[in-house]
């Protein structure tokens, strides 16, 4: 996706990535949507303000709750909601899920933290190519409990590798709050191995985006690895039902929702007609992937491709 | 005379010479040191910036290695020891291996991971152990052991450069002294190699009769069965034929049963513990194959964690003379 300033189109990613993981949540209720899902719905400034601020050939390595980076990155929302419904025309045949997608620079995967040394050797090999791109990995709160986080950000600093790592705390480990996670600081996390990091608790796309553009001019520029920590927070449940969280603080954080606060820089008519334009796109791409085929098991060829 | 270890030295330096895109990463593989079990010495004077060494990070050095892979290079990782792979099991196991197959077949993975496993110089119980066993049966990975027969640098070239998946690459670390073995009519071994990239080598004394078993190896064990296969035949007129696998995993049946369908007798020969084992699969495939009428057993370390005594070593290890009585017995 290209980079993007233009406050609308902020708004109707956002609103894009909303009105998806709601059909996704409502299609699970109606049977439509089969297995599991991680929605990011509150956390939409993030990807959208992030990403907004990338450009083409740049890759991104997103994880579980990915949803959003895979809008906000421009993936077809087609091929992600087939790919969720199981059909043949899933961005990755029914294979990987709402979890595992893969579209051209993008690729995310279940394994938390798993990813990240995977980002770094992705940065590694995008500097030998000597063209400018940077890689920006998606990690939550709850992967900084992992190990191989921080054998990977050791390594990013070391060798000085072109890669922002953006850590959107949702303030829970799926229904663990932080405070029961998580010892020490987390931007002492980044100082530790002496990679800057900005840090902001906001819902402000505009907001993510002027902290991100400097952090990726940085990493491109050749200043090595950057961090964000953006303290968010998730109105919807960790994975379907599974929420044990306080309902007076959700709807607390919901004051915050980042929807409403961008829109209300817009005009009101903009808003009403992204809303329709969003909403006739969204209903388009299921009913579509709803009418596809389902993945038909003769495409399960061998893994190695049947060679012996 | 060529050992293992040099013609896996030489197959690497092939490879940095040959492809630009080859890195090699791994703890302590810098010259003077040249890595732990030298497999790299030289390397990094020849080619300073395309051989990387790297932090105490086996999970995060494969993980890199899995994302170099994935935009364009050709990494070789090295483990220092086979033990420590367990680390790093998650990058091979649901990154590596599994990248190809779960989006679609979009993306390849051309990534080598080698490690040395294997005992037999009293390092104890985790710097000794053969462990490729549980990471054998991982969908898209694809295992490849060093072997003396035959051109062993070869196979690390063609994992290197020709193969675009991901191979885990065992070598045994009594092999890296031992000497080449070509294939071909020697003066004490008929040595043939099949025609696949990791070829299969079948092994005959020199002029022995028609065999009445087949034992089945890979790696160091090989070395030993092959002494046993020599024991066999001159000490107890015991003529076996012994078929040694380059490519663990996935498992081709096809040479096990064009030989069991002389023999119709099959003794597997490993170092890793022997339940639920490489050898267990062998067995299974060639009973699948064979059907009743087949006589097999298995050689391999007891299911113990390995001592660093060198008599209580010795004791858990398969030898050659376990291997030739087994044999002895199976055919009894």
Redesign the interface.
């Known amino acids: 996706m290209n980079p993007c300033d233009d406050p609308l189109e902020l708004y109707r990613r956002m609103l894009l990535i909303r009105t998806f993981e709601e059909r996704v949540l409502e299609g699970f209720s109606r049977g439509l949507v089969y297995g599991t899902t991680h929605t990011a719905i509150g956390q939409e400034a993030d990807a959208v303000g992030v990403l907004s601020c990338t450009r083409a050939g740049d890759?991104v390595v997103s994880n579980h709750r990915g949803h959003g980076h895979f809008l906000a990155y421009g993936g077809p929302v087609e091929g992600l909601a087939a790919e969720m419904m199981g059909r043949a025309t899933g961005?990755?045949?029914g294979?990987?899920g709402s979890q595992?997608l893969?579209w051209k620079d993008f690729?995310a995967?279940g394994?938390l933290g798993?990813?990240?040394?995977?980002?770094?050797?992705?940065?590694?090999?995008?500097r030998?190519?000597r063209i400018g791109h940077v890689v920006v990995a998606f990690l939550g709160d709850g992967t900084l409990g992992e190990?191989?986080v921080y054998?990977?950000l050791?390594?990013a600093s070391?060798?000085k590798l072109p890669i922002v790592l953006v850590v959107e705390n949702n303030r829970y480990a799926q229904t663990t709050p932080i405070e029961r996670h998580m010892a020490g600081s987390l931007p002492a996390r980044f100082a530790a191995f002496g990679i800057p990091a900005a840090e902001r608790d906001t819902t402000d796309v505009l907001e993510v985006r002027r902290l991100t553009q400097p952090l990726i001019d940085a990493a491109r520029s050749g200043a090595g690895p950057q961090g964000l920590i953006l303290h968010t927070y998730r109105f919807s449940a960790h994975s379907k039902g599974d929420d044990t969280r306080d309902p007076t603080e959700i709807e607390r954080y919901r004051r915050s929702d980042p929807l409403p606060l961008h829109a209300s820089r817009l005009a009101a008519a903009d808003v009403q007609r992204i809303g329709e334009e969003v909403r006739a796109a969204v209903d388009q791409a299921f009913q579509a992937a709803e009418s596809a085929a389902p993945a038909d098991p003769r495409t399960l060829?061998p893994?190695?491709?049947g060679?012996? | 005379m060529t050992t293992v270890l040099v013609s896996l030295n030489q197959a690497l330096r092939s490879c940095l010479a040959d492809s630009p895109d080859v890195r090699l990463l791994g703890e302590d593989i810098l010259d003077p040191y040249g890595g732990a079990f030298k497999v790299t010495r030289g390397l990094s004077s020849e080619f300073p910036d395309r051989v990387?060494t790297?932090?105490v990070?086996e999970?995060?050095?494969?993980?890199?290695?899995?994302?170099?892979?994935?935009?364009?290079?050709r990494?070789v990782v090295e483990i220092m020891f086979g033990d420590f792979m367990l680390l790093a099991a998650?990058?091979l196991v649901?990154?590596a291996?599994k990248?190809?197959?779960?989006?679609?077949?979009?993306?390849r993975v051309p990534l080598v991971v080698r490690t040395p496993m294997g005992g037999g110089r009293g390092y104890g119980p985790t710097h000794s152990q053969s462990l490729e066993k549980h990471l054998l049966g991982a969908?898209?990975l694809?295992t490849v052991a060093a072997t003396a027969l035959g051109n062993t640098g070869a196979l690390l070239r063609t994992a290197v450069l020709a193969d675009d998946?991901p191979v885990l690459f065992i070598e045994h670390k009594l092999l890296y002294g031992s000497a080449l073995l070509p294939a071909g009519i020697g003066a004490e071994f008929d040595i043939q190699a099949s025609e696949?990239r990791y070829p299969v080598f079948r092994v005959r004394v020199a002029g022995a009769p028609t065999p009445c078993l087949t034992l089945v190896s890979y790696g160091y064990p090989a070395e030993q069965a092959r002494l046993a296969l020599k024991a066999l035949a001159f000490e107890h007129e015991v003529f076996a034929e012994l078929v040694v696998y380059t490519?663990l995993g996935?498992f081709?049946d096809r040479p096990l049963r064009e030989s069991l369908s002389r023999t119709h007798c099959l003794l597997t020969v490993e170092e890793g513990t022997r339940s639920l084992g490489w050898g267990a699969e062998v067995v299974a495939s060639g009973l699948e194959a064979h059907g009743s009428g087949l006589r097999a057993g298995r050689i391999a370390s007891l299911d113990l964690p390995i001592p660093a005594a060198r008599t209580l070593e010795a004791a858990v290890l398969p030898g050659v003379e376990s291997i030739v009585a087994s044999a002895l017995a199976l055919l009894r």
């Open positions: 890759v961005v990755c045949r294979r990987g595992h893969h690729y995967s394994i798993g990813t990240i040394p995977l980002a770094t050797g992705m940065a590694l090999a995008e030998e190519r190990g191989v054998e990977s050791n390594l070391l060798w060829t893994a190695l491709g060679e012996r | 990387m790297t932090p990070s999970a995060g050095i494969v993980g890199v290695g899995v994302g170099m892979a994935l935009r364009g290079l990494p998650d990058q649901n990154h291996a990248l190809r197959w779960m989006t679609g077949d979009e993306v969908p898209g694809r998946d696949e490519q996935p081709d």
